[in-house]
């Protein structure tokens, strides 16, 4: 099973700044990563896709990046709709497909 | 679009079986994709299920397996979960999603919460 691994687990961010999250696999994944965003009482959406690709309607300060073992969601300035609790997802290797244990996005 | 609705009982007593139906509507099942469930506990995370392709072939979550059984029905657009000898453990949000092989989840259904309790 592929164990993924996000940090922090809670981040502080004023409206405006950038974001960074990290995501770590236990094995190389390529970039079969997708990563969601879940605001509260809500269902999680897609954010990206092949650890890159934004899915069709996210604004462009999303980004992501990496590849193998190591990736970073960025958010470029934070909006006050963004504060959230973000997931990361591989599907490179399944079953089982496997999630990260999540980062909340919270107002400093 | 495409659409996805869970459905099924709230509340379920401990040792009984949760069953979920999940209805597809924009799509039809048949054509391509895998379609699966995740739950999350409250305050926790996202755990992936199982999940069935469109012509039935199925995979489970190793820690789940014994106690899984996903089915497809074709003819309503939808399909369904079967999770045996509940506990207090089981108790979570349930999603049913929309997913291709080597694919993220791109569609997922509002999620409908299950209780175990007696």
């Known amino acids: 099973e592929v164990v993924m691994t996000q940090s922090p687990a809670t981040l502080s961010v004023s409206p405006g700044e950038r974001a960074t999250l990290s995501c770590r696999a236990s094995?190389?994944?390529?970039?079969?990563l997708a990563w969601y965003q879940q605001k509260p009482g809500q269902a999680p959406s897609l954010l990206i896709y092949g650890a890159s690709t934004r899915a069709t309607g996210i604004p462009a300060r999303f980004s992501g990046s990496g590849s193998g073992t190591e990736f970073t969601l960025t958010i470029s300035s934070l909006q006050s709709e963004d504060f959230a609790v973000y997931y990361c997802q591989q599907y490179n290797n399944w079953p089982p497909l496997t999630f990260g244990g999540g980062t909340k996005v919270e107002i400093k | 679009q495409v659409q996805l609705q869970e459905s099924g009982p709230g509340l379920v007593q401990p040792s009984e079986t949760l069953s979920l139906t999940c209805v597809v509507s924009?799509?039809?099942?048949?054509?391509?994709?895998?379609w699966g469930w995740i739950r999350q506990p409250p305050g926790e995370g996202l755990e992936w299920i199982g999940s069935?392709?469109?012509?039935?072939?199925?995979y489970y979550n190793p820690s789940l397996k014994s106690r899984v059984t996903n089915s497809i029905d074709t003819s309503k657009n939808q399909f369904s979960l079967k999770l045996t000898s509940v506990t207090a453990a089981d108790t979570a949000v349930y999603y049913c999603?929309?997913?291709?092989?080597?694919?993220?989840?791109?569609?997922w259904g509002q999620g409908t919460m299950v209780t175990v309790s007696s």
């Open positions: 999603v929309r997913h291709l092989s080597w694919g993220a989840c791109d569609i």
């Open positions: 094995q190389s994944i390529s970039t079969n």
């Open positions: 069935i392709s469109h012509s039935g072939s199925t």
């Open positions: 924009g799509y039809s099942i048949s054509n391509d994709y895998y």
